[in-house]
T-cell receptor, first 115, second 115 residues
Framework: AQTVTQSQPEMSVQEAETVTLSCTYD???????LFWYKQPPSRQMILVIR??????QNATENRFSVNFQKAAKSFSLKISDSQLGDTAMYFC????????????FGTGTRLTIIP | DSGVTQTPKHLITATGQRVTLRCSPR?????VYWYQQSLDQGLQFLIQ???????AKGNILERFSAQQFPDLHSELNLSSLELGDSALYFC??????????????FGPGTRLTVL
């Protein structure tokens, strides 16, 4: 079974600064997907970014980028030029490729952007 | 807006009652997933349907059941409700053609309160 660990329950950063959220996972699979989802106070689950394990290039979506280290089973999220609207819970999630299609979530990191 | 709709947004009921949560997937998506988010258990996968058929089961109680209809909308039925069933219930959908996995997009959730 896969496990996802987010070791930072809470973080805060000044507006416009850069912040990195950590995520590690454990799996015996070789092909999988990793995701970061954002849950703002509205409680909606919003996809932030996705990484395919077979791709060596790190995914980027505007101000959001990941540092994917497959050997280390690490998948961190970097938010650049942070904005007040980035205040949310951030969940790291694992998904098997060609297997049980359930998402396995970490416990989340509560990120607060300070004006 | 993810394109996934869920009704109702809020539901307040008493212990022992039965409720039905409804989900409509994004246009073109064949798979529907149900997740439960509670304070003590985090985000947990309940069940997946693909094109009308049950495809995967997670930590779903026997008191809970689901189905996916020919128009691909899905319903999650919760019966003999207990206080501990109070949670946010998410539906997600993906294209998920047979033999592959894809990104799951989440609906806004149904907040269930059992009194």
């Amino acid at each position: 079974a896969q496990t996802v660990t987010q070791s930072q329950p809470e973080m805060s950063v000044q507006e416009a600064e850069t912040v990195t959220l950590s995520c590690t996972y454990d799996t015996s699979e070789n092909n999988y997907y990793l995701f970061w989802y954002k849950q703002p106070p509205s409680r909606q689950m919003i996809l932030v970014i996705r990484q395919e394990a077979y791709k060596q290039q790190n995914a980027t979506e505007n101000r959001f980028s990941v540092n994917f280290q497959k050997a280390a089973k690490s998948f961190s999220l970097k938010i650049s030029d942070s904005q007040l609207g980035d205040t949310a819970m951030y969940f790291c999630a694992f998904l098997n490729y060609l297997g049980n299609e359930k998402l396995t979530f970490g416990t989340g990191t509560r990120l607060t952007i300070i004006p | 807006d993810s394109g996934v709709t869920q009704t109702p947004k809020h539901l307040i009921t008493a212990t022992g009652q039965r409720v039905t949560l409804r989900c409509s997937p994004r246009s073109g998506d064949l798979s529907v997933y149900w997740y439960q988010q509670s304070l003590d258990q985090g985000l947990q996968f309940l069940i997946q349907y693909y094109n009308g058929e049950e495809r995967a089961k997670g930590n779903i109680l026997e008191r809970f059941s689901a189905q996916q209809f020919p128009d691909l909308h899905s319903e999650l039925n919760l019966s003999s409700l207990e206080l501990g069933d109070s949670a946010l219930y998410f539906c997600a959908s993906s294209v998920s053609s047979s033999g592959s996995t894809d990104t799951q997009y989440f609906g806004p959730g149904t907040r269930l309160t059992v009194l």
